[in-house]
């Protein structure tokens, strides 16, 4: 079983060289330790927090850096661009109406990052 996610949960990108933080508005008014997560929380600059700096190619400012430096990789600053959901979330927990965020689930970067989750933010409610 995995764990909720909740506000301060500390995320991870594939391109990103610093950890990123997850910031949960709290308009479900569900709660743990902060305000828990759904599937929906995927917002960038809002919910997902930058990663320092990427390094993908997909990023058009790393494109660009690294054409301009010859074909050198020049990371540039992370600007999350997640439109889709977190993938699965979880099928019998609903948070405000949606599925709930568990540690197991994923978001997709439109700059070709996977976004996972480090720490969940609390670790006292199990969710499938």
């Known amino acids: 079983m995995g764990q909720q996610v909740c506000s301060g949960a500390v995320l991870k990108c594939s391109f990103g060289l610093a950890p990123g933080v997850l910031n949960v508005l709290p308009l479900s008014q569900v709660m743990t330790a902060m305000p828990d997560a759904s ?10 927090m930058p990663f320092g700096m990427c390094t993908s190619l997909a990023n058009p400012l790393v494109a660009a850096a690294t054409a301009a430096a010859l074909g050198v990789l020049v990371p540039m600053p992370c600007i999350p661009l997640t439109t ?9 927990v609903l948070v405000g109406g949606m599925p709930a965020l568990n540690n197991a689930s994923k978001l997709m970067c439109m700059a070709g990052g996977v976004i996972e989750i480090c720490v969940p933010g609390q670790v006292t409610v199990a969710v499938p």
Do not use: E, F, L, Y
Request: proline share 21%; aromatic share 6%.
């Open 39 to 48: 599937i929906m929380d995927n917002k960038p600059m809002v919910n997902v």
């Open 84 to 92: 889709a959901p977190w993938v699965p979330g979880s099928p019998t």
